[in-house]
């Protein structure tokens, strides 16, 4: 099976940064796209950025400029930077990847536990 690990989050005052990153780790042939998602209390989960493994990257319009995603194929890990948070950034930020665990295998979606990022105003 395949896991998705994520650290980084915590408390953060209004204005400040914080970089998640997330590990993807067990029987892994590839991974595809790999992104990070978020979700605010009340509200439903939505998408932040994504990655592929060619480096293309997609944002949500309204974090563009502020929130940078990277990842290190190498190592299986995507990192999201995230700078001039304010209080419409706290969520539970969720990793999420698309992996293949064999070459015979389709391609299967795989979710991190979450990680809490509150900021405080």
């Known amino acids: 099976q395949v896991q998705l690990v994520e650290s980084g989050g915590g408390l953060v005052q209004a204005g400040g940064s914080l970089r998640l990153s997330c590990a993807a780790s067990g029987s892994i042939f590839n991974i595809n796209v790999m992104a990070w998602y978020r979700q605010a209390p009340g509200k439903q989960r939505e998408l932040v950025a994504a990655i592929t493994s060619g480096g293309r990257t997609n944002y949500a319009d309204s974090l563009k400029g502020r929130f940078t995603i990277s990842r290190d194929n190498a190592k299986n890990t995507v990192y999201l930077q995230m700078n001039s948070l304010n209080s419409e950034d706290t969520a539970v930020y969720y990793c999420?990847?698309?992996?293949?665990?064999?070459?015979?295998?389709?391609?299967?979606?795989?979710w991190g536990q979450g990680t809490q990022v509150t900021v405080s105003s």
């Open positions: 999420y990847a698309n992996v293949k665990v064999h070459v015979l295998k389709s391609w299967e979606d795989y």
